[in-house]
Nanobody
Framework: QVQLAESGGGSVQEGDSLTLSCAVSGPSWRYNCMAWFRQTPGKEREGVARIEHGGTGTDYADSVKGRFTISQDFAKNTHYLQMNGLKPDDTAKYYC?????????????????WGQGTQVTVSS
């Protein structure tokens, strides 16, 4: 089972930037994509960004396109979510994920492994 550990969350002001990191250990080769999801209380977990594992193909939720960038560092077995121009609506707990299928919809992603999550709070 792959293990995922997020870091980098925190409290920031509107317009600030933040970078989340996800350290990956275990058989990540079993998964086709690495991704970030987020969730607020009372709402479903939603896909934010994903990147092909071992590749460069990316996809983003419409709400973050042009502001967020997902990337990966193979040497460090880590992937990142660079978040610029943060808005209060971006406030959520962010989860790192390994997806069997490269789909930002959980129901289309097949087997998914999750990290524990890291909180991001954006104040206006």
């Amino acid at each position: 089972q792959v293990q995922l550990a997020e870091s980098g969350g925190g409290s920031v002001q509107e317009g600030d930037s933040l970078t989340l990191s996800c350290a990956v250990s275990g058989p990540s080769w079993r998964y086709n994509c690495m991704a970030w999801f987020r969730q607020t209380p009372g709402k479903e977990r939603e896909g934010v960004a994903r990147i092909e594992h071992g590749g460069t193909g990316t996809d983003y939720a419409d709400s973050v396109k042009g502001r967020f960038t997902i990337s990966q560092d193979f040497a460090k077995n880590t992937h990142y979510l660079q978040m610029n121009g943060l808005k209060p609506d971006d406030t959520a707990k962010y989860y790192c994920a390994a997806l069997h299928y490269c789909d930002l919809r959980i129901e289309g992603a097949g087997q998914v492994s999750w990290g524990q999550g890291t909180q991001v709070t954006v104040s206006s």
